[in-house]
């Protein structure tokens, strides 16, 4: 079981390659434009070149149906590169050989996975024969500010879009933040302003998809409770992705915790657009409960992976932003060592967690691509959020 601390993250900038002989280079060659433009140092964009090569060259030799995600994931105050890569097949039999300094099942750069591992400040690895293989890793600034990040240990929260074939930008998006502590009664509503360095970034801002709103300086809550939200905009292309997008922005805004609440500001903020399917969860690690309320063809469960139980939270229909129905909130205990799964139709709701062994026993990150590899369709954009944590 993967460690994992109260820290939350954003992720922008994805960039997905599919399986081909230029998926090395390409995605080399991606790595390094986004290792400058989060400002790694020299030495630091090398070594992640050189891992995100070693493990290209690894899907393009051996993988069936092979791909790999670059993103970008952002603390409010540091920037770090993370690559996935996700394959059917044929898996590892053997995976601390397969780490192990040395060794090679053919010729690539010859560093190893037991290298990238350790270049790597977080690196999580699932593998079953006849399966395939998930691989994550993620490599923060070899700064203060960079190790810090690294030290404060894994997100309890993550999640994954993919677009639908032939489309370059996804309809589906996902965020999280905190609950913040109960503000004074006198202390103004967030308003409109420009981001500035050490201020929380998130990936309609980068993209200048939708206004830049600043965050209020109100700390979180002790409890360590978060929101979750996972939006899936209205049929497909630019406009459903400026639908998630703004979905995303106005989820920061908004100062409630309440998933109703949650939803009707997100309601009002996607009335000029297409709308979408949305859902919001609100964990209380604390308490080990959770609050959830969805609209649309969203899928919710939580999922206790020691009986393999896989309980369903009900969406109402609708559309958000154009027809909101009254909401109605589950509420649900949270057993211990579970999971919560959002997801957005682009994955099917016939997995279950018997059938992958270890699925939640790995990173949240990890969790997703693998019910994304089990459950995604190729014909729909495609959005999993998964948290898990000590609760």
Same mark, same amino acid.
């Given at each position: 079981?993967?460690?994992?601390?109260?820290?939350?993250?954003?992720?922008?900038?994805?960039?997905?390659?599919?399986?081909?002989?230029?998926?090395?280079?390409?995605?080399?060659?991606?790595?390094?434009?986004?290792?400058?433009?989060?400002?790694?140092?020299?030495?630091?964009?090398?070594?992640?070149?050189?891992?995100?090569?070693?493990?290209?060259?690894?899907?393009?030799?051996?993988?069936?149906?092979?791909?790999?995600?670059?993103?970008?994931?952002?603390?409010?105050?540091?920037?770090?590169?993370?690559? =996935?890569?996700?394959?059917?097949?044929?898996?590892?039999?053997?995976?601390?050989?397969?780490?192990?300094?040395?060794?090679?099942?053919?010729?690539?750069?010859?560093?190893?996975?037991?290298? =990238?591992?350790?270049?790597?400040?977080?690196?999580?690895?699932?593998?079953?024969?006849?399966?395939?293989?998930?691989?994550?890793?993620?490599?923060?600034?070899?700064?203060?500010?960079?190790?810090?990040?690294?030290?404060?240990?894994?997100?309890?929260?993550?999640?994954?879009?993919?677009?639908?074939?032939?489309?370059?930008?996804?309809?589906?998006?996902?965020?999280?933040?905190?609950?913040?502590?109960?503000?004074?009664?006198?202390?103004?509503?967030?308003?409109?302003?420009?981001?500035?360095?050490?201020?929380?970034?998130?990936?309609?801002?980068? $993209?200048?998809?939708?206004?830049?709103?600043?965050?209020?300086?109100?700390?979180?809550?002790?409890?360590?409770?978060?929101?979750?939200?996972?939006?899936?905009?209205?049929?497909?292309?630019?406009?459903?992705?400026?639908?998630?997008?703004?979905?995303?922005?106005?989820?920061?805004?908004?100062?409630?915790?309440?998933?109703?609440?949650?939803?009707?500001?997100?309601?009002?903020?996607?009335?000029?657009?297409?709308?979408?399917?949305?859902?919001?969860?609100?964990?209380?690690?604390?308490?080990?409960?959770?609050?959830?309320?969805?609209?649309?063809?969203?899928?919710?469960?939580?999922?206790?992976?020691?009986?393999?139980?896989?309980?369903?939270?009900?969406?109402?229909?609708?559309?958000?932003?154009?027809?909101?129905?009254?909401?109605?909130?589950?509420?649900?205990?949270?057993?211990?060592?579970?999971?919560?799964?959002?997801?957005?139709?682009?994955?099917?709701?016939?997995?279950?967690?018997?059938?992958?062994?270890?699925?939640?026993?790995?990173?949240?990150? $990890?969790?997703?691509?693998?019910?994304?590899?089990?459950?995604?369709?190729?014909?729909?954009?495609?959005?999993?959020?998964?948290?898990?944590?000590?609760?």
């Amino acid at each position: 079981m993967v460690p994992l601390s109260p820290s939350l993250t954003e992720c922008e900038d994805t960039v997905w390659f599919r399986h081909s002989d230029s998926l090395p280079a390409a995605a080399r060659g991606a790595a390094r434009q986004l290792a400058h433009r989060i400002g790694l140092l020299p030495e630091r964009a090398a070594e992640v070149a050189l891992a995100v090569s070693e493990a290209a060259t690894n899907l393009r030799r051996h993988a069936v149906d092979g791909a790999m995600v670059l993103r970008v994931v952002r603390t409010d105050a540091e920037a770090a590169l993370e690559f =996935v890569t996700v394959d059917s097949g044929p898996g590892m039999a053997d995976v601390p050989a397969a780490l192990a300094d040395g060794y090679s099942s053919g010729p690539t750069l010859g560093i190893g996975l037991g290298a =990238v591992a350790r270049l790597a400040d977080a690196f999580d690895l699932h593998s079953l024969p006849g399966r395939g293989t998930v691989l994550t890793a993620r490599f923060w600034n070899r700064t203060p500010a960079g190790r810090a990040a690294a030290a404060a240990g894994e997100p309890v929260a993550a999640g994954l879009t993919r677009p639908m074939s032939g489309q370059d930008m996804c309809g589906d998006a996902w965020a999280v933040r905190p609950v913040l502590a109960a503000a004074p009664a006198s202390a103004p509503a967030p308003a409109p302003a420009p981001a500035v360095p050490g201020g929380r970034f998130d990936w309609s801002v980068l $993209t200048d998809r939708a206004p830049r709103y600043a965050l209020s300086p109100v700390p979180r809550d002790p409890s360590g409770g978060f929101v979750l939200m996972l939006c899936d905009g209205l049929g497909h292309g630019p406009l459903a992705a400026r639908a998630a997008s703004d979905a995303v922005a106005a989820f920061h805004r908004c100062a409630a915790d309440r998933p109703d609440q949650v939803l009707a500001a997100l309601h009002r903020a996607l009335r000029s657009g297409r709308g979408g399917a949305v859902a919001v969860a609100l964990v209380e690690p604390a308490a080990a409960r959770l609050t959830f309320c969805g609209v649309g063809n969203v899928s919710a469960f939580v999922v206790d992976p020691a009986t393999g139980t896989r309980r369903s939270l009900p969406s109402a229909p609708g559309i958000v932003g154009h027809q909101l129905p009254t909401p109605h909130t589950v509420r649900q205990e949270l057993p211990p060592g579970s999971a919560v799964v959002l997801h957005s139709d682009g994955l099917t709701d016939r997995w279950r967690g018997p059938d992958v062994p270890g699925l939640f026993a790995h990173l949240p990150v $990890t969790a997703a691509a693998l019910l994304l590899r089990e459950a995604g369709v190729r014909r729909d954009d495609a959005g999993v959020v998964v948290a898990k944590g000590s609760w």
